[in-house]
């Protein structure tokens, strides 16, 4: 099956410095994919939209100078936190939809950012 | 390796009970979510198992065995709107997400 990867796994890093998350589609390639906070025992919540070669589409309430998306290619998105700071702690999850099969969303394994 | 098992679609009738099994074999355990994803928009949190036994919230009941590495979610009272997908995740002993492929549930009159 499709598989969506996350690097890193987790993170800790110290208050106001920026910290990049990627996320790669390994076997198919992802016109769009998404990125997700998830807060413990709550539903994901829809940071933004990237389509590839294009701006990101931010959801409403969310920084775009913040958290920073980057679509390069079919198969690679970045997420850079800058500046961050201890309420940006979180579970960030990405997702990617098939270019082909795009009903199709498959999941990444997330990424525990710990900021101190 | 690490994976999640559920079936990939189920059909039932509006009104009728179904239930979603969710197998999994991961390096660990630390709890177990079930998700509701309606096509274009994000999933919604439904359950978080992480003892054994049933948790019971509305139509929704979902049931976790740990030493069967099993689960299932339970949708009684079926409704035309609970056509989505409902997706199985395991947090594993790294605290990392592993996901199911999903269940495409349909439902008809």
């Known amino acids: 099956g499709a598989v969506v990867s996350q690097h890193p796994s987790w993170v800790i890093c110290k208050s106001g410095t920026s910290v990049k998350i990627e996320c790669r589609s390994l076997d198919f390639q992802a016109t769009t994919m998404f990125w997700y906070r998830q807060f413990p025992k709550q539903s994901l919540m829809l940071m933004a939209t990237?389509?590839?070669?294009?701006?990101?589409?931010?959801e409403q309430g969310v920084e775009k100078d913040k958290f920073l998306i980057n679509h390069a290619s079919l198969t690679l998105s970045t997420l850079t936190v800058t500046s961050a700071h201890p309420e940006d702690s979180s579970f960030y999850i990405c997702?990617?939809?098939?270019?082909?099969?795009?009903?199709?969303?498959?999941f990444g394994p997330g990424t525990r950012l710990t900021v101190l | 390796g690490q994976n999640i098992d559920q079936p990939t679609e189920m059909t039932a009738t509006e009104g009728a009970i179904v239930q979603i099994n969710c197998t999994y074999q991961?390096?660990?355990?630390?709890?177990l979510f079930w998700y509701q994803q309606h096509a274009g928009e994000a999933p919604t949190f439904l359950s978080y198992?992480?003892l054994d036994g049933l948790e019971e919230k509305g139509r929704f009941s979902s049931f976790l065995s740990r030493s069967k590495g099993y689960s299932y979610l339970l949708l009684k009272e079926l409704q035309m709107k609970d056509s989505a997908s409902y997706l199985c995740a395991v947090i594993d002993s790294n605290y990392q997400l592993i996901w199911g492929a999903g269940t495409k549930l349909i439902i008809k009159p």
């Open positions: 990237s389509n590839e070669g294009s701006k990101a589409t931010y």
């Open positions: 198992n992480v």
């Open positions: 991961t390096s660990g355990f630390n709890g």
């Open positions: 997702s990617a939809r098939d270019r082909v099969e795009v009903d199709e969303q498959f």
